[in-house]
């Protein structure tokens, strides 16, 4: 009989992780069932197509995009765990009611929301950080959230792709659940996921090749030299659209995944988002034995100013990244 996420909840509390912790992953969990569902609806329930509307980050939502929002806050609401909540949906943060709440939830509702009307694959990801409010019995502040990613006491990924699967680590290595849709439970399928230190896989939009810092260029042009290059075997490249898609790939089989910054004016501080893209998967991508930077330093170093801040990104395979990172270093 496979474990089942409750019973490993349950495990890790008799050997001390919070109770509230646990119970804060049950309801986040609950909240990626719902929304599974509502992506798996697709054209069927309407839920396709974009709004005419933007988001903060000047991108327009897709449907889904506020649908699995909604469904976060309001499944993460009621529950007293949290003194707060941040999304890439919403300008700013929802502070609790309650000021007892331990913990503060920040969130990409749909990842990959390009992938959704083309049926590709998207997925949530989520962090989880403690709140400095609960201590004073104050109301959180979106300064509370400001914290860098070696504070957070959780992180993890749902991916909606033929299999729905939560990824999670609590700060003891990596685990994976899958959904069974005939019980509704999250069924273990994995102890510890680990990231070989080796690949031959990379993953990055060419397109924006006549862009990249040289330190990516080089590394790129490498690998595509293939065994007659200076690596001296071929590479292989995938790219998803969606990071929780290539991260997953990344997790289950080894690769390096690069979204650097780049000299265009709007991507000078990257593309992805530090708070509840690049941190969360940065938690995980070491607790799998990876390596995280945005090129020259740790991801999960880096102290955030605002809440929306972006962050160039590569992470994989450990010798991979340490071989980028070294290029950004003589850069
Ligand atoms: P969003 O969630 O706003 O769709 O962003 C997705 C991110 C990330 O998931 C993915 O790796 C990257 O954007 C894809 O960017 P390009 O479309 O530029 O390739």
């Known amino acids: 009989m496979r474990k089942t996420l409750t019973q490993f909840l349950v495990e890790q509390q008799r050997v001390g992780a919070p109770q509230q912790l646990g119970f804060l992953i049950e ?34 939502q897709k449907k889904l995009d506020v ?17 707060g909540q941040a999304s890439e949906e919403m300008d700013t943060i929802v502070p609790d009611a309650q000021t007892g709440g ?3 939830l920040v969130y990409d509702p749909i990842d990959g929301s390009s992938n959704i009307d ?21 109301v959180a502040t979106e300064a509370d959230f400001l914290q860098p990613g070696v504070q957070q006491v959780a992180a993890g990924y749902a991916i909606y792709g033929p299999q729905t699967v939560l990824v999670l680590t609590l700060g003891a290595g990596v685990q994976a659940f899958s959904l069974d ?8 399928t994995s102890e510890a996921m680990q990231i070989p230190r080796k690949t031959k896989e990379f993953s990055i939009n060419m397109a924006y090749q006549r862009h990249w810092p040289a330190p990516v260029s080089r590394y790129v042009a490498e690998v595509l030299a293939g065994r007659d290059g200076p ?3 071929d590479f292989n490249m995938r790219w998803m659209g969606s990071m929780v898609g290539d991260v997953h790939r990344v997790l289950t089989r080894g690769g390096v995944f690069m979204y650097p910054t780049d000299e265009r004016a709007d991507m000078t501080a990257g593309k992805l988002r530090l708070m509840y893209e690049a941190n969360p998967i940065a938690f995980l991508v ?21 809440l929306h801040q972006r962050t160039g990104v590569i992470l994989g395979s450990a010798d991979e ?6 290029y950004y270093s003589k850069a």
């Not at 049926?119 to 400095?132: H, Q, R």
């Not at 849709?181 to 273990?188: F, H, L, N």
């Open 27 to 60: 309801v986040v969990s609950q909240a990626c069932v719902t929304i599974a569902n509502a992506v798996n609806k697709g054209g069927i329930e309407g839920v396709l197509g974009a709004l005419d509307q933007e988001n903060i980050q000047g991108e327009v």
């Open 67 to 83: 649908i699995a929002n909604d469904i976060m806050l309001a499944v993460n609401g009621w529950g007293g765990h949290l003194a």
């Open 102 to 104: 331990e913990y503060l």
């Open 118 to 138: 083309v049926n590709g694959v998207v997925g949530t990801i989520f962090s989880v950080l403690k709140a400095p409010s609960a201590a004073e019995g104050r």
């Open 181 to 188: 849709r005939e019980t509704g439970a999250w069924v273990q």
């Open 231 to 233: 690596r001296g075997v």
């Open 286 to 306: 070491e607790q799998a034995g990876g390596m995280a930077t945005d090129g020259a330093r740790r991801i999960m170093e880096l102290q955030p100013e605002r």
């Open 321 to 326: 990244v340490a071989l980028i990172a070294d």
